[in-house]
Nanobody
Framework: QLQASGGGLVQAGGSLRLSCEAS????????MGWFRQAPGKEREFVAAIGWSGGSTYYSDSVKGRFTISRDNAGNTVYLQMNSLKPEDTAVYYC????????????????RGQGTQVTVSS
């Protein structure tokens, strides 16, 4: 099970840190990623990290503002979001797959519950 947390309401230019904690099984050998979906829009890939944490990938819309990381045990993944914009408003959720390339292409084996991020202008 994957559970995202850390969302909330923030003003434009502010920061939030999302966490995704795994339980019930280990994801230390899985690539992890963050996706988001705004009302009326399709799901969007945000960021991904390889199982070792050595490789990271970002969508062009968040590159340079967001940072994905994972803890040493590999079962918690974070998304540090800086310089937030109103267009970042969405439900964010984490996902896992055995291949980071699959996550980058927008697919995954496991997905958790989301957390709402709202950025006011």
């Amino acid at each position: 099970q994957l559970q995202a947390s850390g969302g909330g309401l923030v003003q434009a230019g502010g920061s939030l840190r999302l966490s995704c904690e795994a339980s019930g099984r280990t994801y230390s050998n899985y690539a992890m990623g963050w996706f988001r979906q705004a009302p009326g829009k399709e799901r969007e890939f945000v960021a991904a990290i390889g199982w070792s944490g050595g490789s990271t990938y970002y969508s062009d819309s968040v590159k340079g503002r967001f940072t994905i990381s994972r803890d040493n045990a590999g079962n918690t993944v974070y998304l540090q979001m800086n310089s937030l914009k109103p267009e970042d408003t969405a439900v964010y959720y984490c996902a896992a797959d055995s291949h980071v390339g699959v996550v980058v292409r927008g697919q995954y084996d496991y997905r958790g519950q989301g957390t709402q991020v709202t950025v006011s202008s």
